[in-house]
Protein backbone atom coordinates (compact mmCIF):
# COMPACT_ATOMS: atom_id res chain seq x y z
CA UNK A 1 0.00 0.00 0.00
CA UNK A 2 1.16 3.55 -0.84
CA UNK A 3 2.78 5.60 2.31
CA UNK A 4 -0.13 7.72 3.35
CA UNK A 5 -2.02 8.06 6.51
CA UNK A 6 -4.97 5.16 7.66
CA UNK A 7 -8.38 5.78 7.73
CA UNK A 8 -10.45 2.92 9.57
CA UNK A 9 -14.08 2.06 10.21
CA UNK A 10 -15.99 -0.62 11.43
CA UNK A 11 -19.45 -1.70 10.77
CA UNK A 12 -21.32 -4.36 13.49
CA UNK A 13 -22.74 -7.39 11.43
CA UNK A 14 -26.37 -7.04 13.63
CA UNK A 15 -29.10 -6.55 10.69
CA UNK A 16 -29.79 -5.71 7.05
CA UNK A 17 -27.61 -2.38 6.00
CA UNK A 18 -29.91 0.32 5.77
CA UNK A 19 -29.61 4.03 4.22
CA UNK A 20 -28.72 5.64 7.40
CA UNK A 21 -25.42 3.12 7.52
CA UNK A 22 -24.65 4.19 3.92
CA UNK A 23 -25.06 7.93 4.31
CA UNK A 24 -23.49 8.60 7.59
CA UNK A 25 -20.86 5.60 7.53
CA UNK A 26 -20.28 3.36 4.24
CA UNK A 27 -20.30 6.47 1.43
CA UNK A 28 -18.01 8.78 3.32
CA UNK A 29 -15.49 5.94 4.83
CA UNK A 30 -15.42 4.67 0.82
CA UNK A 31 -14.84 8.23 -0.51
CA UNK A 32 -11.99 8.69 2.01
CA UNK A 33 -10.03 5.85 0.24
CA UNK A 34 -8.92 8.15 -2.19
CA UNK A 35 -7.14 10.21 0.13
CA UNK A 36 -6.21 7.97 2.75
CA UNK A 37 -4.89 4.25 3.36
CA UNK A 38 -8.64 2.71 4.30
CA UNK A 39 -9.30 -0.29 6.47
CA UNK A 40 -12.61 -1.45 7.40
CA UNK A 41 -13.66 -4.23 9.24
CA UNK A 42 -16.62 -6.43 10.42
CA UNK A 43 -17.30 -5.61 13.90
CA UNK A 44 -18.39 -9.46 14.45
CA UNK A 45 -17.22 -9.57 17.54
CA UNK A 46 -18.74 -6.12 18.80
CA UNK A 47 -22.28 -7.70 17.40
CA UNK A 48 -21.72 -11.02 19.73
CA UNK A 49 -22.95 -8.25 22.42
CA UNK A 50 -26.60 -8.90 20.45
CA UNK A 51 -26.64 -11.73 17.75
CA UNK A 52 -26.63 -14.83 19.20
CA UNK A 53 -27.60 -17.28 16.38
CA UNK A 54 -24.27 -18.54 14.71
CA UNK A 55 -25.74 -18.75 11.24
CA UNK A 56 -27.19 -15.07 11.29
CA UNK A 57 -23.93 -13.92 12.24
CA UNK A 58 -22.00 -15.59 9.45
CA UNK A 59 -24.99 -14.29 7.13
CA UNK A 60 -25.02 -11.40 8.18
CA UNK A 61 -20.88 -10.59 7.70
CA UNK A 62 -21.11 -11.97 4.20
CA UNK A 63 -24.33 -9.10 3.50
CA UNK A 64 -22.09 -6.47 4.59
CA UNK A 65 -18.97 -7.89 2.55
CA UNK A 66 -21.07 -7.99 -0.22
CA UNK A 67 -22.63 -4.49 0.37
CA UNK A 68 -19.22 -2.86 0.46
CA UNK A 69 -18.11 -4.69 -2.76
CA UNK A 70 -20.86 -3.93 -4.66
CA UNK A 71 -21.13 0.03 -3.40
CA UNK A 72 -17.65 0.01 -5.05
CA UNK A 73 -15.03 -0.76 -2.89
CA UNK A 74 -12.12 -2.15 -4.19
CA UNK A 75 -10.74 -5.05 -2.34
CA UNK A 76 -6.97 -4.44 -3.70
CA UNK A 77 -6.96 -0.90 -3.19
CA UNK A 78 -8.15 -1.08 0.65
CA UNK A 79 -8.20 -3.66 3.75
CA UNK A 80 -11.60 -5.60 4.12
CA UNK A 81 -11.28 -7.58 6.98
CA UNK A 82 -13.47 -9.56 9.61
CA UNK A 83 -12.65 -8.73 13.16
CA UNK A 84 -12.26 -11.80 14.48
CA UNK A 85 -10.12 -12.87 12.42
CA UNK A 86 -7.20 -10.81 13.88
CA UNK A 87 -6.39 -12.40 17.56
CA UNK A 88 -4.53 -9.71 18.26
CA UNK A 89 -7.31 -7.26 18.87
CA UNK A 90 -8.09 -9.88 21.72
CA UNK A 91 -4.04 -9.58 23.12
CA UNK A 92 -4.37 -5.37 22.68
CA UNK A 93 -7.77 -5.40 24.64
CA UNK A 94 -6.74 -6.90 27.66
CA UNK A 95 -3.21 -4.29 27.43
CA UNK A 96 -6.15 -1.47 27.39
CA UNK A 97 -8.37 -2.68 29.62
CA UNK A 98 -5.77 -2.80 32.18
CA UNK A 99 -5.73 1.25 31.49
CA UNK A 100 -8.90 1.79 31.34
CA UNK A 101 -10.52 3.44 34.24
CA UNK A 102 -13.66 1.76 35.26
CA UNK A 103 -15.37 5.08 35.82
CA UNK A 104 -14.49 5.70 31.88
CA UNK A 105 -16.78 2.95 31.14
CA UNK A 106 -19.63 3.80 33.73
CA UNK A 107 -20.00 6.93 31.88
CA UNK A 108 -20.24 5.02 28.04
CA UNK A 109 -23.36 6.22 26.83
CA UNK A 110 -25.16 2.53 25.44
CA UNK A 111 -23.85 1.13 29.18
CA UNK A 112 -25.70 4.30 30.91
CA UNK A 113 -28.68 3.97 28.80
CA UNK A 114 -29.48 0.38 30.02
CA UNK A 115 -28.58 0.88 33.55
CA UNK A 116 -31.08 3.75 33.40
CA UNK A 117 -33.69 2.28 31.68
CA UNK A 118 -33.34 -0.86 34.69
CA UNK A 119 -33.71 1.90 37.14
CA UNK A 120 -36.48 3.52 35.72
CA UNK A 121 -38.21 0.24 35.46
CA UNK A 122 -37.35 -0.37 39.63
CA UNK A 123 -34.83 -3.17 38.85
CA UNK A 124 -31.02 -3.80 39.61
CA UNK A 125 -29.28 -1.30 37.33
CA UNK A 126 -27.22 -4.01 35.63
CA UNK A 127 -29.79 -5.80 35.40
CA UNK A 128 -29.45 -8.11 31.87
CA UNK A 129 -26.63 -6.05 31.30
CA UNK A 130 -23.44 -8.05 30.34
CA UNK A 131 -19.87 -7.71 30.33
CA UNK A 132 -19.41 -7.82 26.82
CA UNK A 133 -21.66 -4.50 26.47
CA UNK A 134 -19.78 -2.79 29.37
CA UNK A 135 -16.17 -3.68 28.00
CA UNK A 136 -17.56 -2.61 24.09
CA UNK A 137 -15.66 0.84 23.91
CA UNK A 138 -12.18 -0.81 24.84
CA UNK A 139 -12.51 -3.78 22.37
CA UNK A 140 -13.48 -1.21 19.69
CA UNK A 141 -10.24 0.94 21.61
CA UNK A 142 -8.01 -2.10 19.80
CA UNK A 143 -9.75 -2.06 16.48
CA UNK A 144 -8.39 1.74 15.99
CA UNK A 145 -5.07 1.33 17.80
CA UNK A 146 -3.77 -1.82 16.52
CA UNK A 147 -3.13 -0.38 12.82
CA UNK A 148 -2.29 3.45 13.91
CA UNK A 149 -5.35 4.58 12.29
CA UNK A 150 -5.06 8.30 11.78
CA UNK A 151 -8.80 8.95 11.73
CA UNK A 152 -12.04 7.28 12.12
CA UNK A 153 -15.12 7.97 10.08
CA UNK A 154 -18.15 7.17 11.91
CA UNK A 155 -21.77 8.59 12.46
CA UNK A 156 -22.19 10.87 15.48
CA UNK A 157 -23.37 8.23 17.64
CA UNK A 158 -20.21 6.63 17.91
CA UNK A 159 -18.29 10.23 18.65
CA UNK A 160 -17.99 9.14 22.32
CA UNK A 161 -16.22 5.79 21.75
CA UNK A 162 -13.55 7.60 19.86
CA UNK A 163 -12.81 9.96 22.73
CA UNK A 164 -12.69 7.15 25.22
CA UNK A 165 -10.13 5.58 22.95
CA UNK A 166 -8.08 8.84 22.66
CA UNK A 167 -8.05 8.60 26.48
CA UNK A 168 -6.98 5.16 26.67
CA UNK A 169 -4.27 5.90 24.10
CA UNK A 170 -3.09 9.05 26.16
CA UNK A 171 -3.02 6.96 29.04
CA UNK A 172 -0.51 4.32 27.74
CA UNK A 173 1.24 6.26 25.90
CA UNK A 174 1.91 8.69 29.19
CA UNK A 175 2.65 5.61 31.20
CA UNK A 176 5.53 4.53 29.12
CA UNK A 177 6.91 7.38 27.81
CA UNK A 178 6.69 7.02 24.22
CA UNK A 179 4.37 7.21 21.23
CA UNK A 180 3.30 3.44 21.42
CA UNK A 181 -0.43 4.30 19.49
CA UNK A 182 -1.31 7.14 17.46
CA UNK A 183 -3.90 9.56 18.66
CA UNK A 184 -6.90 8.65 16.13
CA UNK A 185 -9.07 11.94 15.64
CA UNK A 186 -12.89 11.03 14.47
CA UNK A 187 -14.31 12.17 11.31
CA UNK A 188 -18.07 12.54 11.69
CA UNK A 189 -19.91 13.71 8.66
CA UNK A 190 -22.05 16.79 10.86
CA UNK A 191 -24.12 17.41 7.20
CA UNK A 192 -25.81 13.60 7.10
CA UNK A 193 -25.05 12.97 11.20
CA UNK A 194 -28.49 11.42 11.58
CA UNK A 195 -30.44 10.20 9.05
CA UNK A 196 -34.25 9.87 10.02
CA UNK A 197 -36.08 6.57 9.05
CA UNK A 198 -39.74 5.60 8.69
CA UNK A 199 -40.87 6.92 11.49
CA UNK A 200 -38.42 10.00 11.94
CA UNK A 201 -36.63 8.86 14.58
CA UNK A 202 -32.68 8.04 14.15
CA UNK A 203 -32.68 5.37 11.12
CA UNK A 204 -31.60 2.15 13.38
CA UNK A 205 -32.21 -1.25 13.23
CA UNK A 206 -33.35 -1.42 17.25
CA UNK A 207 -36.53 0.94 15.87
CA UNK A 208 -37.24 -1.22 12.74
CA UNK A 209 -37.79 2.00 10.75
CA UNK A 210 -35.28 1.23 8.32
CA UNK A 211 -34.94 1.27 4.50
CA UNK A 212 -32.84 -1.57 3.63
CA UNK A 213 -29.76 -0.64 1.11
CA UNK A 214 -30.21 -3.43 -1.15
CA UNK A 215 -34.33 -4.46 -0.76
CA UNK A 216 -36.27 -5.48 -3.67
CA UNK A 217 -37.25 -2.78 -5.67
CA UNK A 218 -41.16 -4.02 -4.41
CA UNK A 219 -39.93 -4.08 -0.88
CA UNK A 220 -38.28 -0.91 -1.29
CA UNK A 221 -41.71 0.85 -2.38
CA UNK A 222 -43.55 -0.41 0.23
CA UNK A 223 -40.90 0.64 2.74
CA UNK A 224 -41.01 4.10 0.91
CA UNK A 225 -44.69 4.28 1.36
CA UNK A 226 -44.89 3.41 5.25
CA UNK A 227 -42.79 6.78 5.68
CA UNK A 228 -44.52 8.84 8.41
CA UNK A 229 -46.26 12.21 7.08
CA UNK A 230 -48.80 14.30 8.84
CA UNK A 231 -52.16 14.27 8.21
CA UNK A 232 -52.99 18.37 7.10
CA UNK A 233 -55.33 18.55 4.06
CA UNK A 234 -53.37 18.11 0.43
CA UNK A 235 -53.95 21.76 0.09
CA UNK A 236 -51.97 23.50 2.49
CA UNK A 237 -48.68 24.63 2.13
CA UNK A 238 -45.74 22.85 4.37
CA UNK A 239 -42.81 23.00 5.53
CA UNK A 240 -40.61 20.57 4.10
CA UNK A 241 -37.75 20.55 6.94
CA UNK A 242 -40.31 19.39 9.17
CA UNK A 243 -41.24 16.20 6.50
CA UNK A 244 -39.74 12.93 6.81
CA UNK A 245 -39.67 12.69 2.91
CA UNK A 246 -38.34 15.31 2.04
CA UNK A 247 -35.31 14.77 4.80
CA UNK A 248 -34.31 11.67 3.15
CA UNK A 249 -34.82 12.17 -0.23
CA UNK A 250 -32.73 15.45 0.09
CA UNK A 251 -29.71 13.01 0.30
CA UNK A 252 -30.43 11.16 -2.83
CA UNK A 253 -31.72 13.81 -5.37
CA UNK A 254 -30.05 16.28 -7.69
CA UNK A 255 -29.48 19.83 -6.28
CA UNK A 256 -32.37 20.49 -9.03
CA UNK A 257 -34.60 17.84 -7.97
CA UNK A 258 -33.83 19.50 -3.81
CA UNK A 259 -34.99 22.61 -4.75
CA UNK A 260 -38.22 21.81 -6.94
CA UNK A 261 -39.84 19.29 -4.07
CA UNK A 262 -38.89 22.06 -1.68
CA UNK A 263 -41.06 24.23 -3.77
CA UNK A 264 -43.70 21.86 -4.16
CA UNK A 265 -44.12 21.63 -0.17
CA UNK A 266 -43.80 25.35 0.34
CA UNK A 267 -46.92 25.99 -2.65
CA UNK A 268 -49.04 23.29 -1.10
CA UNK A 269 -51.31 20.92 -3.45
CA UNK A 270 -49.78 17.47 -3.83
CA UNK A 271 -50.37 14.46 -1.68
CA UNK A 272 -47.63 12.46 -0.05
CA UNK A 273 -48.57 9.22 -2.39
CA UNK A 274 -47.20 11.36 -4.84
CA UNK A 275 -43.70 12.44 -3.47
CA UNK A 276 -43.12 8.93 -1.71
CA UNK A 277 -42.65 7.82 -5.34
CA UNK A 278 -40.33 10.70 -6.04
CA UNK A 279 -38.19 9.40 -3.03
CA UNK A 280 -38.48 5.62 -4.35
CA UNK A 281 -37.64 6.78 -7.70
CA UNK A 282 -34.15 8.63 -6.36
CA UNK A 283 -33.55 5.89 -4.52
CA UNK A 284 -33.64 3.45 -6.56
CA UNK A 285 -31.97 4.86 -9.09
CA UNK A 286 -28.61 5.29 -6.42
CA UNK A 287 -28.98 1.86 -5.66
CA UNK A 288 -30.71 -0.36 -8.88
CA UNK A 289 -27.48 -1.44 -10.44
CA UNK A 290 -25.51 -1.83 -7.40
CA UNK A 291 -28.35 -4.55 -6.11
CA UNK A 292 -27.36 -6.55 -9.04
CA UNK A 293 -24.17 -7.02 -8.31
CA UNK A 294 -25.01 -6.87 -4.61
CA UNK A 295 -26.89 -10.15 -5.48
CA UNK A 296 -24.20 -11.68 -7.54
CA UNK A 297 -21.63 -11.25 -4.72
CA UNK A 298 -23.66 -12.67 -2.17
CA UNK A 299 -24.39 -16.01 -3.88
CA UNK A 300 -20.69 -17.01 -4.03
CA UNK A 301 -19.51 -16.81 -0.38
CA UNK A 302 -16.21 -18.81 -1.77
CA UNK A 303 -14.99 -15.47 -3.18
CA UNK A 304 -16.30 -13.37 -0.06
CA UNK A 305 -14.58 -15.89 2.15
CA UNK A 306 -11.10 -15.02 0.23
CA UNK A 307 -11.77 -11.22 -0.11
CA UNK A 308 -11.99 -11.50 4.13
CA UNK A 309 -8.74 -13.69 4.52
CA UNK A 310 -6.82 -11.51 2.52
CA UNK A 311 -7.42 -8.33 4.10
CA UNK A 312 -6.84 -10.51 7.38
CA UNK A 313 -3.50 -11.07 6.01
CA UNK A 314 -3.10 -7.45 5.34
CA UNK A 315 -4.36 -5.94 8.57
CA UNK A 316 -2.17 -8.21 10.70
CA UNK A 317 0.96 -7.44 9.29
CA UNK A 318 0.11 -3.63 10.00
CA UNK A 319 -0.96 -4.56 13.20
CA UNK A 320 2.03 -6.81 14.14
CA UNK A 321 4.20 -3.76 14.20
CA UNK A 322 1.75 -1.95 16.59
CA UNK A 323 1.75 -5.29 18.88
CA UNK A 324 5.40 -5.05 18.44
CA UNK A 325 5.44 -2.06 19.98
CA UNK A 326 3.05 -2.95 22.73
CA UNK A 327 4.64 -5.41 23.90
CA UNK A 328 8.10 -4.45 24.61
CA UNK A 329 6.48 -1.51 26.67
CA UNK A 330 4.64 -3.72 28.48
CA UNK A 331 7.29 -6.15 29.11
CA UNK A 332 5.74 -9.28 27.72
CA UNK A 333 7.68 -11.00 24.66
CA UNK A 334 6.10 -13.59 22.46
CA UNK A 335 8.75 -16.80 21.90
CA UNK A 336 8.96 -16.24 18.35
CA UNK A 337 10.29 -12.74 19.35
CA UNK A 338 12.84 -14.06 21.54
CA UNK A 339 13.66 -16.76 18.91
CA UNK A 340 13.96 -14.20 16.31
CA UNK A 341 16.54 -12.19 18.17
CA UNK A 342 18.44 -14.14 20.20
P1 LIG B 1 -27.97 0.92 13.85
O1 LIG B 1 -28.30 2.22 14.54
O2 LIG B 1 -28.94 0.61 12.76
O3 LIG B 1 -27.81 -0.21 14.84
P2 LIG B 1 -25.12 0.83 13.70
O4 LIG B 1 -25.07 1.28 15.11
O5 LIG B 1 -24.71 -0.57 13.36
O6 LIG B 1 -26.57 1.12 13.13
O7 LIG B 1 -24.24 1.86 12.84
C1 LIG B 1 -23.26 1.55 11.88
C2 LIG B 1 -22.68 2.87 11.37
O8 LIG B 1 -23.67 3.62 10.66
C3 LIG B 1 -22.17 3.80 12.50
O9 LIG B 1 -21.02 4.51 12.06
C4 LIG B 1 -23.34 4.74 12.71
O10 LIG B 1 -22.96 5.97 13.26
C5 LIG B 1 -23.89 4.89 11.29
N1 LIG B 1 -25.34 5.13 11.35
C6 LIG B 1 -26.29 4.28 11.79
N2 LIG B 1 -27.53 4.81 11.71
C7 LIG B 1 -27.35 6.05 11.20
C8 LIG B 1 -28.25 7.12 10.87
N3 LIG B 1 -29.57 7.02 11.03
N4 LIG B 1 -27.73 8.25 10.37
C9 LIG B 1 -26.39 8.37 10.18
N5 LIG B 1 -25.49 7.41 10.46
C10 LIG B 1 -25.95 6.26 10.96
N1 LIG C 1 -19.20 0.57 17.55
C1 LIG C 1 -19.34 0.78 16.14
C2 LIG C 1 -20.86 0.87 15.80
O1 LIG C 1 -21.67 0.42 16.56
C3 LIG C 1 -18.72 -0.32 15.33
C4 LIG C 1 -17.24 -0.38 15.53
C5 LIG C 1 -16.55 -1.33 16.23
C6 LIG C 1 -16.28 0.57 15.07
N2 LIG C 1 -15.23 -1.07 16.22
C7 LIG C 1 -15.02 0.09 15.52
C8 LIG C 1 -16.37 1.74 14.32
C9 LIG C 1 -13.84 0.80 15.23
C10 LIG C 1 -15.19 2.44 14.04
C11 LIG C 1 -13.93 1.97 14.51
O2 LIG C 1 -21.20 1.39 14.78
Not at 102 to 111: E, I, M, Q, S, V
Not at 190 to 204: C, F, Q, W
Request: charged residues 25%; neutral net charge.
Amino acid sequence: MQDRKISLTGIKPSGTPHVGNFLGMIAPALELAKTYNAYYFIADYHALTTVRDGNEMRRLSYDLTATFLALGMNPDEVVFFRQSDIPEIFELTWILSCFTSKGLLNRAHAYKDSTAKNEAAGNDPDFGVNAGLFNYPVLMAADILLYGSHVVPVGQDQKQHIEITRDIASAVNHAYGEEIFVIPEGVIQETVATIPGLDGRKMSKSYDNVIPIFAPSKQLRQRVMQVVTDSRPMEEPKNPDEDNVYNIFKYFATPEQTQAMREKYLRGGFGYGEVKQELFEVIEARFGEAREKYNKYLADTKYLEAILMEGAKKARYQGSKVMKKARRAVGVRFKREVLVES
